[in-house]
């Protein structure tokens, strides 16, 4: 499994990358897009929506079957990856690059409650 060593995640397999000025940027792990298979479609939270922590703000349909997103952090959509729209394979093929999800602008710290790359590793291979 790729886990990146300079993203934070999530225990419900976000990932979470800082970006600048409170902004960071969101999508899913290589380990839940493994488990998901084949993306189909991906829909996500309105830019301008706010989220708290733990609130579902959007979904991810494949193949075997269609799995929420948790929001990592708090804080408003500010930018969805409308390319997912056309291309939503690249969830998939790119978890990490082209495969993002949405960025959000944070409220207060975007590392809290999330686990650094060793931290997730160790989740993941239980």
């Known amino acids: 499994m790729n886990v990146p060593s300079d993203l ?3 225990t419900d397999h976000e ?3 800082k970006l600048n000025d409170g902004l960071v940027r969101i999508g899913i792990t290589d380990y839940a897009q493994d488990a998901l298979g084949d993306v189909v479609f991906v829909e996500v939270a309105e830019v301008g929506t706010t989220v708290a922590i733990g609130a579902i703000f959007g979904e991810v349909e494949s193949t075997k079957s269609v ?3 948790f929001a990592p952090v708090s804080g408003e959509v500010v930018a969805v ?3 997912l729209e056309a291309a939503p394979e690249r969830v998939n093929e790119d978890p990490y690059g082209d495969g993002w999800i949405c960025e959000m602008r944070t409220e ?3 590392t809290d409650g999330l686990l650094d790359a060793s ?3 160790a989740l ?3």
Do not use: C, F, K, Q
Request: charged share 25%; proline share 5%.
């Open 8 to 10: 934070w995640y999530s």
């Open 15 to 17: 990932w979470v990358r």
């Open 67 to 69: 799995s929420e997103l």
């Open 81 to 83: 990856n409308e390319d």
């Open 108 to 110: 207060g710290p975007t």
């Open 119 to 121: 931290a997730y590793l």
């Open 124 to 126: 993941i291979e239980v």
